[in-house]
């Protein structure tokens, strides 16, 4: 349920809007085939295994048809605070941090200038090491000191220890959002 709660989310989607984005047939209910369906339509194939489970376990009543009630009642209250959270011994490249501070933007809904209003904490017009970093933990990201430090070098083009406007847009424009996605098992609905 998490990882289609994260995905609506992501795409921008209302409960009601998913629900109707698998409801294929438009008879108000996601049947299996109607599952099945949306996840070709939706070039979700890598995710049928996941959305298939997601199903199984959303149908209380176990006819094979999921109900608005039942696919409201799967993706209600589900905490999607931490999840782009990486944890492992091998640490977080630039560009996968680049990456994940990129789907969190998405996942509020903000855009690039949205985005560096929001990280230049103190508001004199750049974004500092220090602000990044509070940032980054707001969001909870889980990236290391050591990781924000690679981060901020990797998006400080001119060497300069902030961030212009201009370095911050490039960098999300570059950021592999879609990649960060895929590897938590998540996906845009479009």
Do not use: C, K
């Not at 996941?50 to 009630?69: E, V, Y």
């Not at 903000?110 to 004199?124: C, R, T, Y």
């Amino acid at each position: 349920a998490g990882m289609v709660t994260s995905s609506l989310l992501f795409s921008r989607l209302t409960v009601e809007e998913g629900f109707n984005a698998f409801d294929v047939d438009g008879d108000g209910a996601v049947s299996s085939d109607d599952m099945r369906a949306a996840i070709g339509q939706l070039g979700l194939e890598a995710f049928a295994e996941l959305l298939m489970a997601f199903h199984a376990d959303a149908n209380r009543a176990r006819d094979g048809r999921l109900t608005p009630g039942e696919w409201a009642r799967a993706l209600a209250g589900v905490n999607v605070q931490g999840l782009l959270f990486r944890p492992g011994a091998g640490g977080v490249a630039p560009a996968e941090a680049a990456g994940m501070v990129g789907a969190a933007l998405l996942l509020n809904q903000l855009s690039v200038d949205d985005g560096f209003a929001a990280f230049d904490a103190d508001g004199d017009g750049r974004i500092s090491r220090g602000d990044l970093a509070v940032s980054v933990a707001n969001l909870q990201l889980g990236l290391t000191e050591a990781e924000v430090a690679a981060l901020m070098a990797d998006l400080d083009a001119d060497g300069d220890g902030y961030l212009s406007r201009g370095e911050w847009t490039t960098g999300m424009q570059a950021a592999d959002i879609n990649g960060v996605l895929r590897t938590r098992h998540l996906f845009l609905v479009t």
